[in-house]
């Protein structure tokens, strides 16, 4: 089997109402119940699902347009509620999705802001969680940080190498930080962070990224760069704030390239 490519997001209100407001933005289709229930139980044989339930299982219609001129438009939706919270996994099981433009991928993004997520990352499940810090190679203890994370009304550690947060729950100015390091890891890199509506939107560039002019060229040519920071899953803690204007400069200039659309 492939990889799978997940899109996550956590909402501090009810399934019901987030099930709601899904249509409004996406083309939205629920499976039947008896499908629900035959995977919930496929889950529980192979997962403890650390009381998460499986309340709904649908399809999700967007068009993304990649890098190579076609696009994708389907895409898998299962829908856990824990704690009257509830997190939808959006799957794509595609290689395709390396090739998102990040224009594109930032609209699909703001749609799920307007659906009123309050916390937006991603990973793969070819992730060893376990690398990660976790106990087991178990989604669900991902997700059970992620809600906590939620509940406790303040992020401290980069879910994901793409990330999108309530303001309230980040209580950080614009500019470049520094990411703190697990010990096995020697390259140093950062998190640049920018406000987009009520949300701050938190990216994270390797340092060789910014200081090696080869490296730097290939990132701003890279189109599609925020598909595959949204799949990498750094979940390091965000340091301190750096005074490089030069590489803060840098950054800046990364991301508008990944966001204006035709090169404008």
């Not at 595609?94 to 699909?108: A, H, I, N, R």
């Not at 640049?192 to 939107?201: E, Q």
């Not at 002019?213 to 750096?242: H, M, N, T």
Request: aromatic share 12%; proline share 2%.
């Amino acid at each position: 089997m492939g990889t799978t490519y997940y899109t996550l997001a956590v909402f501090d209100k009810p399934w019901e109402e987030v099930l709601e407001n899904l249509p409004r933005e996406f083309r939205y289709t629920r499976e039947l119940a008896y499908q629900r229930e035959e995977r919930e139980e496929h889950l529980k044989f192979i997962f403890d699902m650390r009381g998460f339930r499986l309340v709904a299982v649908g399809e999700l219609h967007y068009e993304l347009k990649t890098t190579e001129g076609d696009s994708l438009d389907w895409l898998e939706v299962e829908t856990y509620s824990k704690d009257n919270m509830t997190l939808l996994q959006i799957g794509v099981s595609t290689g395709m999705w390396m090739f998102v433009l990040s224009p594109e991928l930032m609209k699909f993004l703001r749609k799920l802001m307007r659906t009123g997520a309050v916390l937006i990352c991603g990973y793969t499940d070819d992730h060893d969680l376990r690398d990660a810090g976790f106990e087991e190679d178990n989604q669900f203890l991902l997700y059970e940080w992620l809600v906590e994370t939620v509940k406790r009304g303040k992020l401290e550690v980069l879910p994901s190498g793409l990330t999108l947060v309530k303001k309230e729950l980040l209580d950080l100015e614009d500019g470049l930080y520094e990411l703190l390091e697990r010990p096995w890891r020697e390259e140093g890199e950062y998190v640049l962070i920018k406000s987009l509506d009520s949300y701050k939107l938190l990216v994270s560039i390797r340092e060789s990224d910014l200081t090696d002019e080869e490296c730097y060229r290939d990132l701003l040519e890279d189109k599609a760069w925020f598909s595959l920071k949204l799949v990498g899953l750094p979940l390091k803690r965000i340091g301190q704030k750096v005074g490089n204007e030069e590489l803060l400069k840098r950054a800046e200039e990364f991301f508008r390239a990944q966001v204006m659309e035709n090169g404008r």
